[in-house]
T-cell receptor, first 111, second 115 residues
Framework: KQEVTQIPAALSVPEGENLVLNCSFT??????LQWFRQDPGKGLTSLLL?????REQTSGRLNASLDKSSGRSTLYIAASQPGDSATYLC??????????FGAGTILRVKS | NAGVTQTPKFQVLKTGQSMTLQCAQD?????MSWYRQDPGMGLRLIHY???????DQGEVPNGYNVSRSTTEDFPLRLLSAAPSQTSVYFC??????????????FGEGSRLTVL
């Protein structure tokens, strides 16, 4: 059974700092990996989607990497801003239709 | 630009009552799914559908029924609510086609409390 772990569970950083969120998964036979953002009381917003054949994806200040063989992904946020404060979740999919989510990392960026 | 719409946003039920959580999307997405989110556990897949008339079970399907009579709608039914079903429920959809790897769009959630 696929298990997804996100470390740390919570993170507090000063504004402007670069930071890394970690996601690990137990079964490396994945179809893709997605990073999502969730604001309090809201649904999830897709940030980055990495196919199993890709090593990384970038969107603005966000960069996600994937090392399938070691079962790891990282989300790098450059020059963090208070507006980046949210919960970040990663999810992996083996066949495309069933996503398995981690519990998330709660990020707080202090101004 | 509605996207994925869930109703109701909040609901309180008594044990044993039944109810339906509604989900509608206006993006002509073939794939729709229901997740529940519990503290410290992330989201878990309940049921999903890859098109009208086709549904399948996810990780935690017990106690829930779904049907997909149209592309737009994917209701989730609780036949006899239990306190263990207290949770936040999310509906999500995406284009399916031959490449089931597109971006997943989520509704804003339905918070259910079962007393």
């Amino acid at each position: 059974k696929q298990e997804v772990t996100q470390i740390p569970a919570a993170l507090s950083v000063p504004e402007g700092e670069n930071l890394v969120l970690n996601c690990s998964f137990t079964d490396s036979a994945i179809y893709n990996l997605q990073w999502f953002r969730q604001d309090p009381g809201k649904g999830l917003t897709s940030l980055l989607l990495i196919q199993s054949s890709q090593r990384e994806q970038t969107s603005g200040r966000l960069n996600a990497s994937l090392d399938k063989s070691s079962g790891r992904s990282t989300l790098y946020i450059a020059a963090s801003q208070p507006g980046d404060s949210a919960t970040y979740l990663c999810a992996v999919s083996k066949y495309g239709n069933k996503l398995v989510f981690g519990a998330g990392t709660i990020l707080r960026v202090k101004s | 630009n509605a996207g994925v719409t869930q109703t109701p946003k909040f609901q309180v039920l008594k044990t044993g009552q039944s109810m339906t959580l509604q989900c509608a999307q206006d993006m002509n997405h073939e794939y729709m799914s229901w997740y529940r989110q519990d503290p410290g556990m992330g989201l878990r897949l309940i049921h999903y559908s890859v098109g009208a008339g086709i549904t399948d079970q996810g990780e935690v399907p017990n106690g829930y029924n779904v049907s997909r009579s149209t592309t737009e709608d994917f209701p989730l039914r609780l036949l006899s609510a239990a306190p263990s079903q207290t949770s936040v429920y999310f509906c999500a959809s995406r284009a399916q086609g031959a490449n089931p790897s597109g971006e997943l769009f989520f509704g804003e959630g339905s918070r259910l409390t079962v007393l």
